[in-house]
């Protein structure tokens, strides 16, 4: 069964720091995996989403996210923190049916 | 841009009374979606739609929940007799396509259900 793990629930980051969001994923067959953000009272908007093209893929905003197949994992990144990048990050996983499976999300503080 | 909206944003009912979250998919898409985020969990996954059947549905998808696409733009999820653990937000999307690996979800803003 295909499922993600997030670690850490919540994530602090000072501004103008690198933000790293941790992804792990389990899937028996190659993935489709996402990243979503969800800002204050709005809904789930794509940030990037890796579909076995290249493996570093760019999203919006300034993320960016590497698909590890050796480590089964999916990070997001972004080099430099503002404070609208606060919100809450989820990772998410497809297989070539179309339902999509979530974790738990991340809510990232920017710090002043 | 295109997007999904829904509404109510917000519905308060009382446990037991049946309750219809509408949805407004984008206006070329095929494929809709309904998810349910409890507080503090995870979105989960509920029940997809295409060609005016059920393609997909989850085990929290039982006989209280249905979904209908009564005319050619709404998309609705009923709940029948609401409980307490029915509280959640719930997310509707869409897709132009489903299972390709260019077809994107796009969510709508919820609409948060609060059971009393």
Redesign the interface.
């Known amino acids: 069964a295909q499922s993600v793990t997030q670690l850490g629930s919540h994530v602090s980051v000072s501004e103008g720091a690198l933000v790293l969001l941790r992804c792990n994923y389990s899937s028996s067959v190659p993935p489709y995996l996402f990243w979503y953000v969800q800002y204050p009272n709005q809904g789930l908007q794509l940030l990037l989403k890796y579909t076995s093209a290249a493996t570093l893929v760019k999203g919006i905003n300034g993320f960016e996210a590497e698909f590890k197949k050796s480590e089964t994992s999916f990070h997001l990144t972004k080099p430099s923190a503002h404070m609208s990048d606060a919100a809450e990050y989820f990772c998410a996983v497809r297989n070539r049916d179309d339902k999509i499976i979530f974790g738990k999300g991340t809510r990232l503080h920017i710090l002043p | 841009e295109p997007e ?1 909206t ?1 509404t109510p944003s917000h519905q308060v009912t009382q446990m037991g009374q049946e309750v219809i979250l509408r949805c407004v998919p984008i206006s070329n898409h095929l ?1 809709f ?1 309904w ?1 349910r985020q409890i507080l503090g ?5 509920l029940v ?1 739609f295409y060609n005016n059947e059920i ?2 549905k ?1 085990e929290i998808f039982d006989d209280q929940f249905s979904v209908e696409r009564p005319d050619g733009s709404n998309f609705t999820l009923k709940i029948r007799s609401t409980k307490l653990e029915d509280s959640a937000m719930y ?1 509707c ?1 869409s ?1 132009e396509g ?2 390709r ?10 609409t948060r259900l609060t059971v009393l």
């Open positions: 999904v829904q494929y979606y998810y969990q995870k979105v989960e996954f997809s393609s997909e989850s997310f999307a897709s489903g299972g690996a260019t077809d994107t979800q796009y969510f709508g803003p919820g």
